[in-house]
């Protein structure tokens, strides 16, 4: 029988239920791979249930660093009879298929292009272990021990992360260690180990970290000196706040009177969070918010208002499959279009686009400039594969001579010098950013009107048309000053000279540049454009003038950042030929080097084919 | 509708413990109707504030959309004002009351504004007990939309339209009560000597103070068969009894009937006489407030007066446990845990 193999270069998926602890056991998996040097990116796929149903856990090892996923199964840990039919049809030929053999495998299911590995897994764990619990908990492990004799993986790595998991409850880390031996031992016994695919160690991870870029933007959020975080719970959003208070609770906290320098509220809904932030950051503090496209819904209207009354405010938009509830732990690139032009009226917004935990951070405490100096909302657009999963990333960087820029607010000896009336909405300084004033700050001066109807350049409320005009043409004026403050694209040249160009965004990022090695060893030449923020600078409008056809890649059903690109650089829209994957998984650089060699022509969306079908 | 106001004033106007005077807390003229009922409210918030001696400044003034949405621009001009979204300003007020927690938070809303598209956020505001009052000027109608029946209305009161309310009002004190409102008063706009003290307590009191205030709305729900006008309220109105505020440091003169009487005092050291008309009525006892409102309710009265006050709560800030300096005024020192950290971060990342 055909067997691969491959020397760190594969993807093993494990087919477990939601609720079993599955999720920490895969996690250690994962994590000794990363600690063996060699880079690696796990993906959950999981159900919007807490328990009992089938949740599938990707890991993709790769030593050349490609970290999208790739697609594909070489390598299935098969432990959830709900999904064992399914599971087993998506193992490549060749691949391998480990399985809890208590019970014989349903002769139906069998296939002769694959490896059968049969642990009895439930057998094991319950001559070990008498609690049921620890059963299920054990089971998991045992596994991984197995995986460690059949991939080669080295025994002391998993023995130390036991040690770091279990620091402070050390009684537990004997039984985990027992357990990932009884997998071991039972692997090398019964199996010729290694397989065909393998470990080696390599050092390729350098000063990397695995992280999530939920928690990258909650630690940006923490630089950037938010002190007022307001929320709704919303699945894939959830973990920003709740590692914001993490990290808060740890590094946030006065050491004299144990009091906190933040505040966190668990709003209402989503109305409140962003009524919150709005409140919060009109009168002088760093606020945010995080949630996803189902509240961002919810709140467009406070968003036309910060827009309009010039608040500025920190928008997380953690996307994932929509319209409506959609498929609430599925990823997409789908709220793109809502985001720009949240709100009734004329409005658009600032938004920013992370492709890594590193971008993550990084945006995350530049948003609080951004919005203090433009006065205006930012919404970052992360997504749930970014947002829930670990990613390999360079590490977090803070330059210690960072200082905080407010912006443009007038403090008390400013407008005790001031000789002129103050106006709110005066544009002194020709940029369409105008002067702001905390509540509070001087006792006769300063003082004005925030609100949601037309006002003159003084705050004072009219309905004179020429004032609206004004206003309005103003906000146009701080949308062109806003395209020198949010961060550039970058590019990425191909090997030799070409009129064709591709543009991605976000976690497509990984996959789009594997495709374009792979494309460039085809013969197949793309200037590479990876767009980071809206509205579109200069460099955006150059990169689509000198190329005659350009892919976006995008995922979502629409190519709404096709759209948003014909709308604000006012191209032809032939130029720009839309890829778009919108099947809820993260797009692979398989699925992008098909669709431009064989979807090169159209100029409407392409819609997704999945890379497996069961 | 006044479009003038005369710019003399008398150079001996009494000043306060400050040394402003009434006018240095009011604000731009009211575009309201003629003999509006919010105008009165407006008014009462001035003289409440130029007594309890707040600096001008140090107010901030947030509300919803409405008629009485548009009245923080009538008073207390030096201070800075948030005329949000349709009832939302609970969500605001919470934001903006976390940023700074120095400034005297006042939030003005209507019956619409809070017991219809605002009822999730009055909700959450009160279980969260932000220290702020909150004014709702109720008229029982929606007066800028030319005067639809609101949630307040009576079941049958008749507004200018003609045509009876079909629907059980909400009370809004009983709401609140029931929520864990730690202040709870009801008044009447008509009724200055009410309302003045009664505003001075909520904004002294260290918590959630609702003062629900009949306000009539004078161009469409003034008839005689309407709940909510002059004319009904004034005839029908019953008091917990009246209402006194002695501030910190000042003598207290008057002589009390036991039994009658009873005295609350309030974390600022202030404190508040109640000269009750109802002995039932215990100011520290919910159920009893509850009860009293359902009893006037069956004689047809509306009951006014405080009814309820809990002192020794804690705000939203005691509850979160923040820090005494205001949050907006940390700077990076404070808030930014700088690189070092950062590197640790990283290495337990790997």
Not at chain 1, 94 to 114: H, N, V
Not at chain 2, 6 to 28: M, Q, S
Request: with cysteine; proline share 5%.
């Amino acid at each position: 029988m055909q067997k691969i193999t491959s020397v760190n270069d594969f993807v093993v998926c494990f087919a477990n239920t939601n609720g079993t602890g599955s999720a920490s056991a895969n996690n250690l998996f994962a994590k000794s791979i990363f600690r063996m040097g060699i880079p690696v990116s796990p993906k959950n796929v999981f159900p919007s249930n807490i328990q009992g149903l089938p949740t599938w856990y990707e890991v993709r090892v790769n030593d050349k660093g490609y970290l999208g996923r790739r697609g594909g199964v070489d390598l299935m840990v098969a432990i959830n009879p709900q999904s064992i039919a399914q599971d087993i049809k998506l193992v490549s030929p060749g691949g391998y298929f480990l399985y809890d053999s208590t019970k014989p495998l349903d002769a139906g299911l069998l296939r002769d292009d694959i490896n059968l590995l049969g642990i009895p897994l439930t057998d094991i764990s319950r001559r070990e272990y008498t609690d049921q619990r620890q059963r299920q908990l054990f089971k998991n492990v045992i596994y991984i021990g197995a995986l460690a004799a059949l991939l080669d993986m080295e025994f002391d790595v998993l023995k130390n992360l036991i040690h770091e998991q279990f620091k402070g409850k050390e009684k537990l880390i004997a039984p985990n260690i027992h357990a990932l031996e009884l997998g071991y031992q039972y692997a090398r016994k019964n199996f010729d180990c290694p397989l065909g695919i393998r470990i080696e160690r390599r050092a390729m991870v350098n000063n990397h970290i695995l992280m999530e870029g939920n928690e990258a933007l909650a630690l940006g959020a923490i630089y950037g000196g938010a002190t007022v975080a307001a929320w709704y719970p919303i699945t894939p959003s959830t973990s920003v706040v709740e590692q914001f208070e993490k990290y808060a609770k740890r590094l946030r906290v006065d050491p004299g009177s144990g009091k906190c320098n933040y505040a966190i509220v668990q709003a209402e809904d989503e109305l409140a969070a962003i009524g919150v932030v709005v409140g919060a950051s009109w009168n002088g503090a760093r606020a945010f918010t995080a949630t996803s496209g189902p509240g961002v819904s919810l709140m467009n209207e406070f968003l036309g208002l910060a827009y309009f009354a010039e608040v500025p405010t920190v928008l997380i938009d953690v996307q994932r499959s929509g319209p409506s509830t959609g498929m609430p732990t599925r990823t997409q690139q789908s709220d793109v279009l809502l985001a720009a032009y949240a709100s009734h009226g004329d409005t658009k917004h600032v938004l920013l686009f992370p492709s890594t935990p590193k971008e993550c951070f990084e945006m995350g405490a530049a948003s609080f400039e951004l919005a203090d100096q433009l006065q205006t909302p930012v919404i970052i657009m992360n997504d749930l594969d970014l947002g829930m999963n670990e990613h390999f990333s360079e590490p977090l960087a803070w330059d210690d001579a960072t200082c905080y820029n407010r912006g443009k607010v007038l403090s008390e000896s400013d407008l005790e010098n001031m000789k002129e009336r103050y106006g709110r909405y005066l544009d002194v300084d020709n940029d369409g950013i105008c002067y702001r004033t905390y509540p509070g700050t001087h006792p006769t001066k300063g003082a004005f009107f925030t609100r949601g109807t037309s006002r003159d350049r003084y705050a004072v409320y009219t309905e004179s048309s020429d004032a609206y005009v004004d206003n309005m043409e103003r906000l146009l004026v701080k949308w062109e000053t806003a395209k020198g403050y949010v961060p550039k694209p970058e590019f990425r040249p191909a090997a030799k000279t070409t009129t064709d160009g591709i543009i991605y965004f976000g976690t497509t990022k990984a996959s789009a540049e594997e495709a374009l090695d792979i494309l460039s060893e085809q013969g197949v030449h793309l200037d590479a454009m990876r767009i980071r923020s809206f509205p579109f600078n200069a460099d955006v409008d150059a990169f689509l003038e000198n190329h005659d056809r350009i892919y976006v890649v995008e995922q979502n059903r629409d190519g709404q950042l096709r759209t948003l690109l014909i709308n604000e650089c006012e191209i032809a829209p032939d130029k720009l030929k839309a890829l778009c994957c919108f099947d809820g998984m993260p797009v692979t650089a398989r699925w992008i080097i098909d669709h431009v060699l064989g979807g090169g022509k159209a100029t409407r969306p392409v819609p997704a084919i999945r890379e497996v079908k069961a | 509708m006044t479009y003038m106001r005369p710019e003399f004033r008398h150079p001996d106007l009494p000043v306060n413990d400050l040394g402003y005077t009434r006018k240095d807390y009011e604000g731009a003229i009211s575009t309201l109707c003629a003999g509006c009922g919010h105008d009165s409210i407006s008014a009462a918030v001035i003289q409440a504030c130029f007594e309890l001696a707040i600096e001008p400044h140090k107010v901030a003034k947030i509300s919803g959309i409405g008629c009485s949405s548009k009245t923080p621009t009538y008073f207390l001009g030096k201070s800075h004002g948030f005329n949000s979204v349709h009832g939302r300003m609970p969500s605001v007020a919470t934001g903006a009351n976390l940023a700074n927690r120095d400034l005297t938070y006042i939030g003005v809303s209507g019956d619409g504004d809070t017991a219809s598209i605002g009822m999730g956020q009055f909700a959450h505001a009160v279980r969260r007990n932000l220290n702020m009052l909150y004014l709702v000027e109720n008229n029982g109608c929606y007066g800028l939309t030319k005067g639809q029946d609101s949630a307040t209305s009576d079941i049958g009161s008749i507004g200018k339209k003609g045509t009876p309310n079909l629907f059980e009002p909400i009370d809004l004190c009983t709401l609140a009560l029931e929520l864990g409102a730690t202040f709870v008063a009801r008044s009447f706009s008509g009724d200055k000597d009410q309302l003045v003290p009664l505003i001075k307590a909520a904004i002294s009191h260290c918590g959630f103070a609702l003062i629900d205030v009949m306000s009539p709305c004078v161009t469409f729900n003034n008839n005689p068969n309407s709940t909510k006008g002059y004319e009904f309220v004034r005839d029908h109105i019953a008091a917990t009894g009246k209402t006194d505020f002695i501030p910190v440091r000042k003598e207290i003169m008057a002589e009390y009937n036991p039994g009658f009487t009873q005295e609350v005092t309030l974390h600022d050291g202030s404190v508040i006489h109640l000269y009750k008309n109802d002995s039932d009525l215990d100011l520290h006892d919910r159920l009893s407030a509850i009860q009293a409102i359902h009893r006037c309710k069956e004689k047809n009265e509306i009951l006014t007066g405080l009814l309820y006050l809990d002192p020794d709560c804690e705000d939203l800030h005691q509850i979160l446990g923040t820090v005494e300096k205001p949050l907006r005024d940390q700077n990076e020192e404070v808030l930014c845990p700088g690189s070092k950290a950062l590197e640790a971060i990283n290495e337990s990342l790997r």
